[in-house]
């Protein structure tokens, strides 16, 4: 399970390894950068952008057994996300653009599990041991559906300029985000007590 600072440390986990792989490279020295709605506005000139347009409940994650706490008590269900990226690529020219972007796309494929130790680097996270060693988080490409790009829409719509931009999508899946509210079990019954009444007739 991971406390609530694993999203954050994702984004940044995923915006560091591509900044860490330019190095040395024809793209050494081009921005990444996550992205909120309003950065479309006055972009970058050149370089890759991360916005997270998008949370969902992983139904999969919901039929988990509960973990136990660290004496084995009983714990509140963790909340399974899957975090939705819009991945976006800029530069001056279509060829500047679709090179940036094909490489982004491909080192993000050759490193698709982000292991523990990469996430809570003290760079990436935002507080240490946000995830505990034995987690991790998959990144996949998938596709839009109509709705979220229809959403995406509504947020590039005072930039037209950004429509013409190259984008992939990408999902990480199952962030188990654990309860901070700890759960009292109640004590066992151990005896039933019975009482008897009498009832009035009138």
């Not at 406390?3 to 024809?26: C, F, M, P, R």
């Not at 500047?96 to 130790?117: F, H, K, M, N, Y």
Request: glycine share 4%; no cysteine.
């Amino acid at each position: 399970m991971a406390t609530y600072h694993a999203i954050a440390a994702t984004g940044q986990a995923i915006i560091s390894l591509l900044a860490d792989a330019a190095k040395e490279t024809e793209f050494d020295g081009v921005s990444f950068a996550l992205y909120q709605a309003s950065s479309f506005q006055k972009p970058m000139d050149e370089g890759i952008s991360l916005y997270l347009y998008r949370m969902s409940i992983n139904p999969m994650g919901r039929n988990q057994p509960r973990p136990a706490g660290p004496l084995g008590q009983p714990t509140r269900p963790v909340l399974p996300l899957d975090l939705h990226y819009l991945l976006t690529a800029w530069a001056s020219t279509a060829a500047r653009q679709q090179l940036l972007l094909g490489w982004a796309t491909r080192v993000l494929e050759d490193t698709p599990i982000l292991p523990s130790g990469l996430l809570n680097q003290n760079h990436f996270a935002p507080a240490p041991g946000t995830f505990r060693p034995q987690e991790h988080v998959e990144l996949v490409w998938e596709e839009l559906s109509i709705q979220d790009m229809a959403s995406i829409w509504d947020v590039f719509k005072p930039n037209q300029q950004i429509t013409q931009q190259l984008s992939v999508t990408y999902a990480a899946r199952m962030l188990a985000i654990e309860s901070m509210e700890p759960l009292t079990a109640a004590r066992e019954v151990q005896t039933r007590a019975f009482e008897f009444g009498t009832v009035t007739v009138k």
